[in-house]
């Protein structure tokens, strides 16, 4: 592992050379200009360097603020102490739709470096998936009213977008669900804002949702922005996976096996089965079934069976079968990656920031999104040493605090002079 100042300097460098890429600054304003005592993008850049650094709620985010190094304040462009109360109202009076355009600028500045490339894949696939976090309040629009436990809660519904196919499995979009559908209901509209933020760089070219968002409507939406689809298939589709299971259930030889092991005494045994048999049947556009069957072995004996069928407008003979196994398994990426980590290492359902106001709520989370992705493209692409870059993510933020409460002039003396946002090419 690096030195610890040698460590420290990587992560200043990174935190002062990706800031550029957010475009802070570039944030619309709407209060009162002779009012205003703290910038905007210094509120947005604090609480995004917070979130990195593992902070849990608002007084901490302040604490911090108070603790940081004189170098780390110029460095960062960061005033002195902000008051927690200060950022909960800026970030509970912004709208979300400019805190999204921040995360398209990082994906596209990523994207731009060459960090988002396929990985064993000759296309990049973009995994959907909702998100729930549970709140003490609620708007009816962007917090559902719901029971839970006998109580009143705002469920705040987001649909995470990620990119699953490369070494980082960024976040490249959190799209707001609004209180009055869901995920099928906003599934065509989640693809048309994933169009326009990013259909001019060509970063993806098939679209993955698990069994709730598989439709027919759904599936041609997405072929007529000239993307594939790849869907879960279960009841909801009966018909579709009736004649799924039939003719997969026929096969004897999988197309494809894996062995993965988990320890001594643990097994996990994949195996794939696909046909372009059902080309056609149902949906015009239609044209591969595929069916992963998973048997988990502990010290021998089988005890776990688990089978599930998926529908895909790609030719068979697009992939390879390893590959069709493998991006099967890549579907996970958003579960395994991003909310794992935002739910067991950020603790976003314990530790929301703001939780009587359900706005605010969704402007940290998706800050807290963009917070992530920082972090996983350092450690995924811009890392080195493979010991690096298998680092637990509480280590990764522990670098963060500390690079925060320790950095001097010696750290920062070989780096290059900041740009401020502001110059940054859009």
């Not at 703290?38 to 985010?61: E, F, K, N, P, Y």
């Not at 060459?114 to 309040?137: E, I, Y």
């Not at 993307?227 to 589709?237: C, I, P, S, V, W």
Request: charged residues 25%; proline residues 5%; aromatic residues 6%.
């Amino acid at each position: 592992m690096a030195q610890p100042s040698r460590l420290t300097r990587r992560i200043v460098g990174m935190l002062s050379a990706r800031e550029t890429d957010l475009q802070l600054g570039s944030v619309p304003d709407k209060r009162t200009p002779h009012l205003i005592k703290w910038q905007l993008d210094v509120v947005l850049r604090t609480a995004i360097v917070c979130l990195c650094a593992g902070s849990r709620s608002l007084a901490q985010a302040e604490q911090l603020t108070a603790e940081r190094t004189p170098t780390m304040r110029r460095r960062l462009a960061l005033r002195g102490r902000i008051p927690d109360t200060t950022m909960r109202t800026i970030m509970a009076h912004q709208e979300p739709d400019p805190i999204r355009a921040v995360m398209h600028r990082q994906i596209r500045a990523a994207a731009r470096r060459g960090a988002l490339s396929p990985v064993r894949q000759p296309f990049n696939m973009v995994m959907l998936d909702g998100k729930d976090t549970a709140l003490p309040s609620c708007d009816d629009y962007f917090a559902q009213r719901q029971t839970q436990d006998g109580k009143l809660v705002g469920m705040l519904r987001t649909m995470t977008c990620s990119l699953v196919t490369t070494a980082a499995q960024p976040c490249i979009d959190a799209i707001p669900i609004p209180a009055s559908t869901n995920e099928m209901g906003c599934f065509c509209a989640c693809v048309d804002a994933l169009m326009q933020a990013y259909g001019s760089i060509d970063l993806f070219r098939l679209v993955a949702a698990d069994a709730g968002n598989c439709c027919e409507a759904n599936a041609r939406h997405v072929r007529s922005k000239g993307l594939h689809y790849l869907f879960g298939l279960k009841g909801n589709q009966p018909t579709l996976e009736a004649e799924a299971r039939r003719l997969l259930g026929g096969l004897v030889l999988p197309a494809a096996c894996t062995t993965d092991h988990c320890g001594q005494s643990r097994r996990v045994e994949r195996r794939l089965f696909l046909t372009d048999q059902m080309a056609g049947f149902e949906w015009d556009h239609l044209r591969t079934v595929l069916r992963v069957e998973s048997r988990c072995f502990v010290h021998g004996k089988l005890e776990h069976l688990e089978d599930r069928c998926f529908v895909t407008s790609l030719p068979v003979a697009r992939l390879e079968a390893a590959r069709w196994l493998e991006l099967i398994r890549l579907q996970w990426g958003v579960e395994n990656a991003v909310h794992c980590t935002l739910d067991k290492m950020m603790r976003e359902d314990d530790h929301p920031w703001i939780e009587s106001d359900p706005k605010g709520a969704l402007i940290v989370s998706l800050l807290r999104r963009i917070a992530y992705n920082l972090l996983a493209l350092y450690r995924s692409v811009t890392l080195r040493a493979g010991r690096n870059r298998s680092a637990p993510w509480r280590t990764l933020m522990r670098w963060v605090e500390l690079a925060l409460l320790t950095a001097g002039p010696y750290d920062v003396a070989r780096l290059r002079p900041r740009t401020p946002a502001a110059a940054c090419p859009s």
